[in-house]
């Protein structure tokens, strides 16, 4: 294992990996198949864990027309056993986050060759300015699942998760079709103000087969050959360990 004592500690990753565990479960009672993907399978394949200093984990799955009604219920179940989950079908993301750890869950778009996922850099603090990435939240909260006050058990009430529910709640009263006009103003309004998107692209080959791993107390799927993947994100030094390695860097 490589000495990474000098990079800072980020998350819990015995909770990360029990609430990747937990959502790995409900996603698949409701139908969708989630892998590890991008920092998560890094830890796993390079290290055998979670990277402590990664302050989030994402899971990755494979759209399809009907995975927005399956995501509204895997939503639902999460909040219910006391997760703090949101879909947002603008990315076709869920957020789910409970006591210090984040899991995303982000669906990929197969295009021919390609793999496809949305990337909203607008909202990465450091790689935007801050106008533009408030202007991008209002947008997403335009398009997000569920309406009321959403929160974790235990979580205390604070102004900005108030503004949060408060804003999807009355959104959400909104027709659709008023809703998603609404969020590509405020995308607009965004890329005017600095907001830069764009999105991932990978060749399909990499998703085409998966296979299980053991995962702490349980096991999850991953690409097959992840090693290869690994290599095409990170570049041949992947096995190096890079403690503020961002997406949102125009050199990755």
Not at 140 to 163: C, D, H, N, Q
Request: with cysteine.
């Amino acid at each position: 294992m490589n000495d990474d004592s000098k990079f800072s500690v980020r998350s819990d990753v015995k909770k990360m990996a029990k609430t990747i565990l937990e959502v790995v479960e409900v996603a698949e009672l409701n139908g969708v198949v989630c892998w590890l993907n991008y920092g998560a399978l890094l830890g796993m394949i390079r290290e055998n864990r979670l990277l402590p200093w990664n302050n989030d984990a994402e899971l990755s799955c494979l759209y399809t027309p009907c995975l927005p009604k399956k995501f509204k219920l895997i939503v639902d179940h999460l909040n219910k056993i006391g997760y703090s989950a949101y879909f947002y079908s603008s990315i076709g993301a869920l957020a789910v986050k409970t006591h210090n750890t984040v899991v995303n869950v982000n669906c990929i778009w197969i295009e021919n060759k390609s793999a496809v996922r949305p990337h909203e850099t607008a909202s990465e603090k450091g790689y935007a300015p801050l106008i533009s990435r408030i202007f991008y939240w209002i947008g997403t909260f335009f398009v997000a699942y569920p309406s009321g006050f959403v929160r974790y058990k235990g979580e205390k009430f604070s102004g900005k998760l108030i503004l949060k529910s408060t804003l999807i709640t009355l959104f959400r009263i909104l027709p659709i079709f008023l809703r998603k006009k609404l969020f590509l103003l405020m995308i607009i309004i965004s890329q005017y103000l600095g907001g830069d998107y764009k999105k991932t692209v990978m060749p399909s080959k990499y998703f085409k087969e998966f296979e299980k791993i053991k995962f702490y107390d349980g096991q999850v799927y991953v690409p097959k050959s992840p090693q290869n993947l690994l290599r095409y994100i990170y570049g041949e030094d992947w096995q190096t360990p890079k403690e503020n390695w961002s997406f949102y860097d125009k050199k990755n």
